[in-house]
Structure formats: structure tokens, C-alpha cells
């Protein structure tokens, strides 16, 4: 889809105001792309809206929480009243919930696989039917480096993004002969409101001995600074809008992805960069908790 202009997109998760989904509907609406946005977050999406409508494209906003088919039932009727066929989908909403196996409740993984994968699968029946039925648009699912890489944590957001990359290849295939294009995002690391607002879960012993309070500033503070040389997302949404006119597959802002697929070509390198990674990341924990005094090796086990 080369030119964007006068066309119609549908986007979720678009109300962060330090998130992808915004900068993205900026960009596009840049394009001159009219924008339906969504979110769980009215306010922050008047915030967006307002940013919108000064680039003089229609734009609308509606409430849709992606983990619930009916929010997509409603939003599609609506979005077809308000702006007519879908040109470009996006799925972008996403969230993360960290925490060792031990830890993870099941209702954190049914919260993440939920929000970040069944979306999709509701974004499919929803929208695709009809983009089939009329021969073409285009859909772009955000999923993320943690989609092509095996990092050892947070483990539900990382099987939700395998499935999606897994998902969007199959789609890629399936999709093309009805003339719909398909795009895999994959964010590095991205200043964004992601990192901060993520839950973390703990073992129950180490809360009580230091509270809450304590914990969430600990790792707040560690990702925090994860963050503070991380690229913005206008900066990566320009890369990503470009790739979605050129209709890409994979739409990176970091070329060490290429490099991470070449080297699952070669498996034992693979599996030596698997633990390496895995090691690193415990490392990281255990050096987060030292630094604020804490022994987490009486509270947690590391290999
Ligand atoms: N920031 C990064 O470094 C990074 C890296 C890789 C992938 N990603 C992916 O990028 C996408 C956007 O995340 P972001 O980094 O901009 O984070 P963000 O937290 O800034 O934005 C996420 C948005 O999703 C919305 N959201 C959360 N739950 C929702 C629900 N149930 N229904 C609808 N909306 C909901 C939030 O309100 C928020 O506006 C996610 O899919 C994320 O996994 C981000």
C-alpha cells in the first residue's frame, strides 16, 4: 500500500502517551490516513485524538479492551458507520507480566495470552472476512524481538509473541492470493510506558520481609535505567510506517534480528546463546537486589 492517504485504519492500544500505537497513528495520520483509535484508556485517547486532529484527517476513538470479542464485535459495526472499509489493521496492544514459573499464577498467563494473542485471534474474525471478501488490506500485528528470540523472561509475553510471529508467517501465506498484505512488528527496546507499568511477581516470602513498596521500587528503578538510552517511538514508528507503504514481512528497527535468525541455523550456537542469555538475565536480578541490599538467593533459587 504505497499511498496511505485517504485510507482507513483501525488500531489498538493507541492511548500510551509514550507508547508505539500513538506514535504510529501520528505517523499514519502524518500520511494523511484517517485513524480509528482504540484503548482501554479514554482519557490518554483523547489526549491522541486531540494530536490527530490537528493533522486534519477524520479520527475516531472507541473503547476496546482486545482481550473481549464483544469490544471488537462493537467497534467494527462502528468503525464501519464512521469511516466505511478497513484499509490497514493493527494490532499493537500489548502487555507484559514478568515473575520465575514458580511465581507466574495461571491467571497471569490467561491475562497475557488473552491480551496480547487471543486479541488477534479476534482481530481475524472481526475485520479479515471482509478484507478477503473485497481483495485487499493489509495487517500488521506489533509482536517483538522476544518473538524470534527465546529470552528466558517474561515467559507468557514471550510464548504470546512466538505465536504471533508463528500466526502472522501462516497468515502471510494463507493471506496474499486475496490480495491482503501481512506485517510482523518487532520492537527492540523502545522508550515506552511498557516498561514501567509492567507487573513483576515475586516470592510471597520476599514481599512479606520487605513490602511492596520496597519491591516495586527496586524494579522500577532497574527499568528505569534499562530504558534511559532506548530509542523513541516517533523515532521507530517513521521506520515502521515506512515498511508497512512497502509492505514488508518483517519490519525491524534493529538489524541484529537478521542475525538472530541466521543464527538458529546453526543450533548449538543457538542453544549456547540461549543459556548465555539465561545467565545474563539471572546476573541482572540477583545484581538489582544486591544493590538495594537485599540477599535474593534466601528467597529465590538462580541457575
Ligand atoms: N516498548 C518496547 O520496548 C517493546 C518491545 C517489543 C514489543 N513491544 C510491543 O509493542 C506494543 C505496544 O507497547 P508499548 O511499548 O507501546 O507499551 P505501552 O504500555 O506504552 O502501550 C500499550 C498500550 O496497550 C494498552 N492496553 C493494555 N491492555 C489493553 C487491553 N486489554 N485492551 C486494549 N488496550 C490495552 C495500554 O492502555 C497502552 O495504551 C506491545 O504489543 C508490546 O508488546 C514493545
Sequence with gaps: MKDLKGKNCFITGAASSKGIGR???????????????TDIDME?????KKEIEELGVKVFTAKCDVSKFEDWKKCEEDFRS?????????????????????ELELEDWEKVLGINLWSIIYSLKTFVPKMMAKGSGHLVNVASGAGILGSSEPLPYVTSKFAI????????????????NV????????????WTSS????????MEDF????IEEITQKAREGFIENAVSPDEVAKIYVKEIKENKLYICDNKDYFNILEL??????????LKFMHAQSAKNTRDMYHKAGIKIEDYRKFF
Excluded at 513490602?211 to 520496597?214: H, I, L, P, T, Y
Excluded at 538458529?264 to 546463546?273: F, L, S, V
Design 264 to 273: 538458529k541455523g546453526k543450533p548449538d550456537q543457538y542453544e549456547r546463546a
Design 199 to 206: 507487573e513483576v511477581r515475586v516470592p510471597q516470602k520476599l
Design 165 to 180: 510471529v508463528g500466526m502472522s508467517e501462516a497468515l502471510f501465506g494463507n493471506l496474499h492470493g486475496f490480495g491482503i
Design 82 to 102: 464512521s469511516l466505511g472499509d478497513i484499509d490497514l489493521l493493527i494490532n499493537n496492544a500489548g502487555i507484559a507480566i514478568g515473575g520465575s514459573i514458580l
Design 44 to 48: 490518554g485517547l483523547e489526549n491522541v
Design 211 to 214: 513490602g511492596a513498596q520496597k
Design 183 to 194: 506485517s510482523i512488528i518487532l520492537p527492540w527496546v523502545i522508550a515506552t510506558n511498557i
Design 23 to 37: 506514535s504510529l497513528a501520528i505517523e499514519l495520520a502524518r500520511e494523511g490516513m484517517n485513524m480509528y483509535i
